[in-house]
């Protein structure tokens, strides 16, 4: 249904319609409104046409994180294994929890980094 149409199954008249629509168009380009209105009507108006202007502000709080204790206590044995082994392992440190540890080995630095891929 065309705006023409729309405006005709209002009541108005064809050449009523057809000046509703030219007005729109010159209201749209920022002409003056082809009808007078009152002080309080231009208020309103001006109120209605400017957005809610509040500024972005980020959520800024760290999001809590539940601890995942199967990936502490892999991490813990991957510690404990290479502390009482064999192996020449010196400095062993858990760097992360629930991550990482980091040791030397014959003189070289290793770290190992515990990953848990969602898919």
Known sequence: MSQLEALLKLGLTEAEAKQVLVDDKKID?????????????EKAIKKYRQADRKPFVP?????ERKPN?????????IEE??????LQVEDAVITNPERQI???YCGTRYRVVLSAPRK
């Open 29 to 41: 380009r920022g002409e003056k409104m082809p009808f007078d209105l009152s002080k309080e009507q």
């Open 69 to 77: 204790e199967a990936k502490r206590e892999l991490i813990r044995a």
């Open 81 to 86: 294994m290479l502390t009482y082994s064999d």
């Open 59 to 63: 959520n800024l709080t760290p999001r």
């Open 102 to 104: 980091d040791f030397s």
